[in-house]
């Protein structure tokens, strides 16, 4: 099966950036969406963004179109996460997903059978 691993995220002041890496290992066929997720507490878990890995092709949440960036390395099977002009309301934990088509419904957590553990992103 596929392993996710998470890393990158950490403290950083209003305005600050960050880049998110997720790392992909195991059987990566038909794993052909990549998303990130973030979840705050008290809250729902929010799509962030998505990529699909065969085409490149992107879309973003509103809330942080402009300001995030999804990219990947398919020679390291990582996906990357970039994060410029951070807010507080960036804060949350942060978790990449993969499934198999991304489609319409993308942000929907319930499409996502593997997840990885997880990275802290603080913005204070």
């Known amino acids: 099966d596929v392993q996710l691993v998470e890393s990158g995220g950490g403290l950083v002041q209003p305005g600050g950036s960050l880049r998110l890496s997720c790392a992909a290992s195991g059987y990566t066929y038909n794993r052909n969406c990549m998303a990130w997720f973030r979840q705050a507490p008290g809250k729902e878990r929010e799509g962030v963004a998505r990529i699909a890995t065969g085409s490149g092709n992107t879309y973003y949440a509103d809330s942080v179109k402009g300001r995030f960036t999804i990219s990947q390395d398919n020679a390291k099977n990582t996906v990357y996460l970039q994060m410029n002009s951070l807010k507080p309301e960036d804060n949350a934990m942060y978790y990449c997903?993969?499934?198999?088509?991304?489609?319409?419904?993308?942000?929907?957590?319930?499409?996502?059978?593997?997840w990885g553990q997880g990275t802290q992103v603080t913005v204070s």
């Open positions: 997903a993969t499934t198999q088509i991304c489609g319409p419904t993308w942000y929907e957590a319930a499409r996502y059978a593997v």
